[in-house]
Structures are given as C-alpha cells and as structure tokens.
C-alpha cells in the first residue's frame, strides 16, 4: 500500500540561554550549540505530519559546527532546522543558529533511521519528500 507523500517540515526555535552555556571568555561554548541543535530536531519530529508510532528511530552519527561570529548571553538566539538532504536511510539536517538576527553557527547533522530492537539501520519512509 502506497501512502500518501509527506513533505517534511523546516521549524524556526527561540533558545532560552542560560549563563551556563557561556565558557569562560562570556561567550556561548561550542557543546551548548549542540544542544541547542537537538531542541531543533526535537521540534522538527514532533512537526512531522505522520502518527508518532509510525516515525522511525533515528540515531546521530555526524554533527559538524561551523562558528560563524561570537554569541553572548544576554542575546535573543533562534534556531532553524531544515532537512537539507534526503537520502534511502539518512536525514541531513542544516541547522542555523542566530544571535540578535545574525548567524553564530551553522550545524550539519547527519541521522540514519534505525531499528532499536535489531539494532541496525533501516531505511528513511519512501513517502518523505524534501520541501521545494
């Protein structure tokens, strides 16, 4: 049975900062942009339009981070993610993180959809297609 196609979301996330995620040169630490990538693509599945039982698990297996200028705390920061690629079993994110409107980083996430009971990849729903 074939199902209908399902284009998949971009999302756009206001990041609460917390001092904690500064180092200790004030500004935003490079493990903070990557947790603040995952509240972006926790966003992104919970947007996508299938029932939940029947979204797949997906595991990360590439994370790239390219700083583009310094983030502080006290900025309003704001994350969109979009499925940048789609491939038979992985999803390629782009993930840009903006501080007062202007880029901080742009992340490149890479998941491969995976079977947790036999612990292996699967591939992605044939019916997902990447906006236009």
Same mark, same amino acid.
């Given at each position: 049975?074939?199902?209908? !196609?399902?284009?998949? !979301?971009?999302?756009?996330?206001? =990041?609460?900062?917390?001092?904690?995620?500064?180092?200790?040169?004030?500004? =935003?630490?490079?493990?903070?942009?990557?947790?603040?990538?995952?509240?972006?693509?926790?966003?992104?599945?919970?947007?996508?339009?299938?029932?939940?039982?029947?979204? !797949?698990?997906?595991?990360?297996?590439?994370?790239?981070?390219?700083?583009?200028?310094?983030?502080?705390?006290?900025?309003?920061?704001?994350?969109?993610?979009?499925?940048?690629?789609?491939?038979?079993?992985?999803?390629?994110?782009?993930? =840009?993180?903006?501080?007062?409107?202007?880029?901080?980083?742009?992340?490149?996430?890479?998941?491969?959809?995976?079977?947790?009971?036999?612990?292996?990849?699967?591939?992605? !729903?044939?019916?997902?297609?990447?906006?236009?």
């Amino acid at each position: 049975m074939s199902k209908d !196609p399902v284009t998949l !979301p971009s999302v756009e996330n206001e =990041i609460q900062v917390r001092f904690s995620d500064t180092d200790a040169m004030g500004h =935003i630490s490079s493990g903070s942009y990557a947790a603040f990538a995952e509240v972006g693509r926790a966003a992104f599945f919970k947007a996508v339009p299938e029932p939940r039982e029947e979204i !797949p698990w997906f595991v990360l297996v590439h994370l790239g981070l390219d700083f583009v200028s310094e983030g502080r705390f006290g900025q309003r920061f704001t994350l969109s993610t979009r499925v940048a690629k789609l491939s038979r079993k992985t999803l390629t994110f782009e993930q =840009i993180v903006r501080a007062d409107g202007e880029v901080a980083c742009r992340l490149e996430v890479v998941l491969v959809a995976f079977d947790a009971e036999a612990r292996k990849s699967i591939e992605v !729903p044939s019916h997902w297609r990447l906006a236009e």
